[in-house]
């Protein structure tokens, strides 16, 4: 028992350990990155306006096909009451 928690911990503070590194690594990594110029930034800036549109637009739509769903649900418990 107690070396299968010995395990456990071990097991715990060498999984901590890698993560750790790993962050390190992917801090260095950002580091050596050259840096954006700012037509860069304004190229991304508009990638993700237009990614923004898009989704608007999507939502957009599915509001009105939801609003078309309603509209047919409604409709269809209005006729089966009046079956009843």
């Known amino acids: 028992m107690v070396k299968s928690r010995k395990i ?3 097991t715990r503070f ?8 790993k962050v ?3 801090m260095e990594t950002q580091q050596r990155q050259p840096l954006k110029t700012v037509e860069d930034l304004h190229q991304e800036v508009d990638e993700v306006t237009q990614v923004m549109h898009q989704n608007l637009v999507k939502i957009r739509d599915r509001e009105g096909k939801l609003d078309t769903l309603v509209d047919k649900s409604e409709r269809l418990e209005e006729g089966v009451f009046l079956t009843c």
Request: proline share 0%.
């Open 8 to 10: 456990r911990v071990f």
């Open 14 to 21: 060498k999984k901590k350990k890698n993560e750790e590194e």
């Open 24 to 26: 390190e690594i992917e």
